[in-house]
Each structure stands twice: as structure tokens, then as C-alpha cells.
């Protein structure tokens, strides 16, 4: 059984089109594939950063209460 999974904020490499990208593994096989143009990329491995389609955004948002 395929089990897919859509990357929140992933841009399709082929056709650039934003949140259409999903993780999928059958048993030992991954892949990541676009919904919108069938773009498959095989075997992902291990990517830097935690999301393999996302890029990392630079800064930190810290939310203070008043006092």
C-alpha cells in the first residue's frame, strides 16, 4: 500500500507550483511527486533541512506578552 503525505509550503521543482508536492513510500521505495505537472523525483534521501522541498527561512519570531 502507497502511503503519500503533501509537504506544507513545497515548490514543485519542474513546474514550480506551491503546495501541490507529496512524500510517498511503498514498503522500502520513497519518492517525492507533484500533483499538478507528475514531476517524480526517487529516492529523496536524507535532505538538510527536515522539510526536502522547503527552503529554510532565515529569522526567529519571538512573541512577548505585556507585562
Do not use: S
Request: aromatic share 4%; charged share 30%; proline share 9%.
Amino acid at each position: 500500500m502507497i502511503k503519500r503525505q503533501f509537504i506544507a509550503g513545497a515548490r514543485c521543482p519542474a513546474c514550480n507550483a506551491l503546495d501541490k508536492v507529496r512524500f510517498c513510500r511503498d514498503g522500502e521505495r520513497e519518492w517525492l511527486e507533484c500533483v499538478a505537472c507528475r514531476h517524480v523525483t526517487e529516492n529523496p534521501g536524507e535532505p538538510e533541512h527536515p522539510n526536502p522541498a522547503v527552503e529554510a527561512v532565515p529569522g526567529v519570531v519571538r512573541i512577548q506578552q505585556k507585562k
